[in-house]
């Protein structure tokens, strides 16, 4: 599908086309949704249903872990639910957000065929879906379903306003990371219509002690190598942690690179943060954990590893070295690696 408005006016085209013939539509985010999916799976479910009476369920496969997240869904009454046995079987239609079939961050088998996928991720040689709207040059997929919303011609819901436009700040770093002239155009518009007092409950929720304790040991073991920040934080509650410490780490001020792992559910999940434009983070990535593993942009990536049922504590060890010296082999570094630990108490 092409950029920008006629990607909308296609997916408002596919829904007219198809209508109650895709009612009952699973909508699927990734398994540990963030305000960018949620975002915008309420606004799909939204548009089925006032325009052409599609009834839906939105869906994930993991949890909500990220205190933000939680305290999202929950203010603006996201009807966001986990997804039941049986669901994928059940439901005809489906529809992947932020996602898509190959990744191994969501549950639909990977070569079954959607009915719709909207990303903004790169396209995986094996997605297949009757409508595919994946479009790489916007920072967010709220992005393109926010341009779908004001080309509906229906009035935006502040609710809805707010979803979108939290998906796009918290996706895009408040507009300051690979955020284009259409994200800015989106958000804005968004804004005027958003409530700011949830949006502020949102941004600043009450966190419990146990976040305060994975913070103070993702600074305590936190390692560095020239302007390479990295920490593993070993058993994680959730795996959305890894990316909000990675996000914390390269803060400091001298790094360029932030490198963080947990162990969650028996993988090894990693994500990787960069402050440089042309990074290519997603591609680095994929090349470290293989194909289908990894995915992101050029500053941002995440990914995960599994590990055998049987695996013990030096076999976790072996695995986060091997994700670091391979890392840094990428980056053109040499063995042995000097890693300093100089938060360390």
Not at 221 to 230: M, P, T
């Amino acid at each position: 599908m092409s950029n920008g408005k006629p990607g909308a006016q296609a997916l408002l085209e596919f829904l007219a086309h198809r209508g109650k013939e895709i009612s009952p539509l699973l909508i699927l985010t990734h398994n540990h949704p963030d305000p960018d999916a949620m975002g915008t799976a309420l606004t799909l479910a939204f548009l089925a249903e006032k325009l052409h009476g599609i009834r839906s369920r939105i869906a994930y496969g993991g949890i909500i872990g990220r205190i933000e997240n939680q305290t999202m869904a929950r203010t603006l009454r996201i009807p966001i639910n986990p997804l039941r046995e049986g669901d994928l079987q059940r439901y005809q239609n489906v529809a992947l957000v932020d996602t898509q079939p190959p990744f191994q961050n969501n549950p639909f088998k990977r070569r079954r065929k959607a009915t719709v996928i909207i990303d903004h991720h790169p396209q995986h040689p094996s997605t297949l879906a009757d409508f595919i709207w994946i479009d790489e040059t916007a920072g967010a997929t709220a992005t393109l379903m926010a341009e779908t919303l004001f080309s509906s011609g229906l009035e935006v819901p502040s609710r809805l306003a707010t979803a979108l436009a939290y998906g796009i700040a918290s996706e895009t770093e408040n507009l300051g990371r690979e955020a284009g002239p259409r994200d800015v155009q989106a958000y804005l518009t968004l804004i005027q219509k958003s409530n700011t007092k949830a949006l502020a409950r949102i941004q600043n929720p009450p966190r419990p002690p146990a976040f305060f304790g994975l913070l103070g040991r993702a600074i305590r073991d936190a390692f560095v190598l020239k302007d390479i920040i990295g920490v593993h934080l070993r058993d994680v509650p959730t795996p959305d942690r890894v990316s909000q410490m990675a996000d914390f780490l390269l803060t400091h001020e001298k790094m360029h690179w932030a490198l963080c792992t947990g162990r969650f559910s028996g993988r090894l999940y990693v994500s990787l943060r960069s402050r440089k434009a042309d990074a290519r983070a997603g591609r680095l990535l994929t090349r470290l954990l293989g194909l289908g593993k990894a995915g992101g942009h050029g500053m941002i990536a995440g990914g995960s590893a599994g590990m055998p049922d049987e695996a013990s504590e030096n076999d976790w060890r072996d695995k986060e070295a091997e994700v670091t010296n391979g890392f840094l082999k990428i980056l053109g570094l040499h063995e042995p690696f000097d890693l300093q630990h100089p938060f360390a108490s």
